[in-house]
């Protein structure tokens, strides 16, 4: 730090009565922030304190990770409106290729670490009540009269936007109705949501602790979280026969970690999460790992069911998906009318 | 003595009763809850929760942000009910108006405005990304984002007061040969002092408790830019429900404690003279 950009700090500190001050000394060497999204609070809270272990050890530097949560899109917003984030991790591509849009992300961020980028993997299952009460054995059964479906907000919730692709895949595939199908099926489920929660926590939180709804559809992780939580005398988990295979992508925002000069150890934490330990902890909280032999040692955690991905013919990757399915006027807009 | 009212001594206890009812639904229902729910496990997990570092830091946050921002809105209501009251110039009613926007403003555009004027795509933030100065998403923000809810608080407690008890005195001071200091000190302060602290007060429960404006703001970084209504939340949707509540609770104390302070300045203030 220059001796004037040292006064400079200290007249703008003074003028906003210290404030500028302090936020300069919180964003000062040996801190990491991960901006993340909704359900992966309790596996980064594990993961940053292994990780300031292994730079320690590797490095003998102290290193305090910190994490901000929410709906991955918000994030992805408050990363592009300056949020000081050295890496993201989040629920989809598209919001990293939103961030990488403006620029502070290179364009080329999905090739730079293994699998596009995605350390883990989940899918997309159901969360009913004990019993299962309603029998929801799979995609049909969820419009059946009476049942009422908990899902977030596509435009906010990654999580929300596999829930919506998974039931499309779904359609398109396995009704042999093609695309007029996937749709009429869609707007009958999404008439059955009382309200969308603008992120995959809030809706967990709403079926969980307020006991709305009859199912939830929900990352495999946040059902199993939701389940170690409240006691299997709650909950089942149902696997549907055929669902989507969701990759988080993580990414180092490259603008970020030049300015404040830790693009190294932002890029060590993003590579720890493919290390046996990294793996191991992923499978620990529920994500599917990419490592073989982390997989198996999971054992009978994952059942292995037909899913599709979002590079499928039928979606096209993210960014043709997210404009035909989820920018504004898509087909989302047209497939959920609220109120109706 | 004769009755004021009309109706038979039954409907006035019933209509009583209901006010106590809706009264003890409302407003004391909710408040037991907060407090049963964080003692539901006694106090070692509520003890636990508020000594967690990130706890720490939230009520540190939120001191810090109330710290600054209740003097600065203190002197800045004081000035303008000051100018509002005693006298008439063109745009008073503009200034009025302005200082009672915060109030029909939604908490979340009173975030929103510093984003667009501070973040990175907003007016001024190219300029304070090259000059390395952090405003959204850190302490300046929250700071600005809680100046901006919380300033009307004072001004409109003391303009009500002020007009009514015109400027009699200070002209009279003034004939008197006292400066303009003098006679805000010794005439001004002393005839507003009691409202004066009772609006402070109910700035800075405000500081304390805003949610909305600071949540667009903040970034949540836990244990840096989390103040204690967001870390309630954040525990909340955790599933640390003891956590959320027990911070919840402290939070609730606060203000309680806040209303009790001033329910006590204004019967002394009642007492001695100076409040409305």
Known sequence: MTLSSLSRRAVLGSALGGGVALAARAQGAGQLLNVSYDPTREFYREFNSLFAEQWKAKTGQGIRANASHGGSGRQARAVIDGLQADVVTLALAYDIDAIAERGLINADWQQRL?????????????????????????????????????????????????????AWAWAVKKSSGGEQAARSFLTEMFRKVPVLDTGARGATTSFVQRGQGDVLLAWENEAHLAFAEFGADQFDIVYPGFSILAEPPVAVVDRNVDRRGTRAVAEAYLQALYTPEGQALAAKHFYRPRDEAALAAAGSRFPRIEMTTIDDPIFGGWKKAQATHFDDGGEFDRIYQPGR | MTPATAEPRAIRWLLVALAVLLLGAFLLLPLAAVFTEALRRGWGPVVAALADPDAQAAIRLTLLVAAIAVPVNTLGGLAGAWCIARFTFPGRALLLALIE??????????????????????????????HDVQIVFAVPGLVLATLFVTFPFVARTLIPLMQEQGRAAEEAAATLGASGWQSFWRVTLPQIRWALLSGVLLCNARAMGEFGAVSVVSGHIRGETNTMPLHVEILYNEYQFVGAFAVAALLALLALVTLAAKALLERLGARRGGMA
């Open chain 1, 114 to 166: 293994p699998h596009n980028s995605s350390p883990y993997t989940s899918t997309i299952v159901f969360l009913v009540r004990k019993g299962n009460p309603k029998k929801l054995a799979d995609w049909p059964d969820l419009l059946k009269p009476g049942v009422s479906i908990v899902t977030p907000n596509p435009k906010t919730s990654g999580g929300a936007r596999w829930n919506y692709l998974a």
């Open chain 2, 101 to 130: 926007l915060p109030f029909s403003v939604s908490p979340v555009i009173s975030g929103l405005v510093w984003v667009l004027l501070f973040g990175a795509h907003g007016w001024f933030g190219p300029w304070l990304q090259a």
